[in-house]
T-cell receptor, first 117, second 111 residues
Framework: GAVVSQHPSRVICKSGTSVKIECRSLDFQATTMFWYRQFPKQSLMLMATSNEGSKATYEQGVEKDKFLINHASLTLSTLTVTSAHPEDSSFYIC?????????????FGPGTRLTVT | GEDVEQSLFLSVREGDSSVINCTYTDSSSTYLYWYKQEPGAGLQLLTYIFSNMDMKQDQRLTVLLNKKDKHLSLRIADTQTGDSAIYFCAEKKGGGNKLTFGTGTQLKVEL
């Protein structure tokens, strides 16, 4: 199998605080993980590509100082939303590619619903 | 351009076939995917097709690819209520890993 988990599944935080979301590959190692955000009734938008042991690559328009990504191990990537504001409320989904596996197969996590009040 | 477009909504009766369509604009796409998303959940990979293929069948799912028209479709045979979800097509271009997702099609299966 190829199971990706996210924690927490749902989080509510106050405006101005920071929140960390974890993405874990449970039964495989992932050299590359991706972070997406999805607004209600919209498609997924890629935010950044996270490679183990190196800096993340951010998509155009995504603030790297606001969305901090750390991929410290082959099974864990974290996304920290710093100084969150209500407009950051969204569904955040991660995905992972198996180390040594075909790059055309991405496995998605169940998502994290962030609400900023 | 990089737009991947889908019709927003499809309603079918249980037992009928569903056909979900997707158009893309980049002829350099190497792989094309279909994902299923149930409410409040992540994405489940249903199937994918390599760009040099015209058709791929996997149990109740049939994917058709028309590269000339940049058109991708997903046919679900004998559609069941459990198939109700949002379906996203996605394309992967060239040697990169980035996926570009379509706008999503909400499939509603009625009894």
């Amino acid at each position: 199998g190829a199971v990706v988990s996210q924690h927490p599944s749902r989080v509510i935080c106050k405006s101005g605080t920071s929140v960390k979301i974890e993405c874990r590959s449970l039964d495989f190692q992932a050299t590359t993980m991706f972070w997406y955000r999805q607004f209600p009734k919209q498609s997924l938008m890629l935010m950044a590509t996270s490679n183990e042991g190196s800096k993340a690559t951010y998509e155009q328009g995504v603030e790297k100082d606001k969305f901090l990504i750390n991929h410290a191990s082959l099974t864990l990537s974290t996304l920290t939303v710093t100084s969150a504001h209500p407009e950051d409320s969204s569904f955040y989904i991660c995905s992972a590619i198996k180390a040594g596996g075909p790059s055309y197969e991405q496995y998605f996590g169940p998502g994290t619903r962030l609400t900023v009040t | 351009g990089e737009d991947v477009e889908q019709s927003l909504f499809l309603s079918v009766r249980e037992g009928d076939s569903s056909v979900i369509n997707c158009t893309y604009t980049d002829s350099s796409s190497t792989y094309l995917y279909w994902y299923k998303q149930e409410p409040g959940a992540g994405l489940q990979l249903l199937t994918y097709i390599f760009s040099n293929m015209d058709m791929k069948q996997d149990q109740r799912l049939t994917v058709l690819l028309n590269k000339k028209d940049k058109h991708l479709s997903l046919r679900i045979a004998d559609t069941q209520t459990g198939d109700s979800a949002i379906y996203f097509c996605a394309e992967k271009k060239g040697g990169g890993n980035k996926l570009t997702f379509g706008t999503g099609t909400q499939l509603k299966v009625e009894l």
